[in-house]
């Protein structure tokens, strides 16, 4: 089983950075792809990026493409998401997942998540 905690969420001005980081438990994360979610208010929650077990796979939302990036590190059982120039519109909560599927983007490929953590973008 995995388990994942989110970190790193904050408050922040548009146009600053901000990473978060997801540690996972047990002894399969290094063979996970492994995803970003995020859920606005009053939204459904959307997929930000997706990262391949091995790294050498990523994969990005529009929204997000080029402003983001995801990485992992399978001996510290962590991935990180690295968001620059960020906007009002990218407030959510965010989530780290878990999956077996390779490329995946939806919710429904992932079976673990984390709790989330807010970050919240001021104008």
């Known amino acids: 089983q995995v388990q994942l905690v989110e970190s790193g969420g904050g408050l922040v001005q548009a146009g600053v950075s901000l990473g978060l980081s997801c540690v996972a438990s047990g002894r399969t994360f290094s063979r996970r792809t492994m995803g970003w979610f995020r859920r606005a208010p009053g939204k459904e929650r959307e997929f930000v990026g997706a990262i391949s077990w091995s790294a050498g796979s990523t994969y990005y939302a529009d929204a997000v493409k080029g402003r983001f990036t995801i990485s992992r590190d399978n001996a510290r059982n962590t991935v990180y998401l690295q968001m620059n120039s960020l906007k009002p519109e990218d407030t959510a909560v965010y989530y780290c997942?878990?999956?077996?599927?390779?490329?995946?983007?939806?919710?429904?490929?992932?079976?673990?998540w984390g709790q989330g953590t807010q970050v919240t973008v001021s104008s």
């Open positions: 997942a878990a999956g077996w599927v390779a490329g995946a983007t939806k919710s429904h490929e992932y079976d673990r």
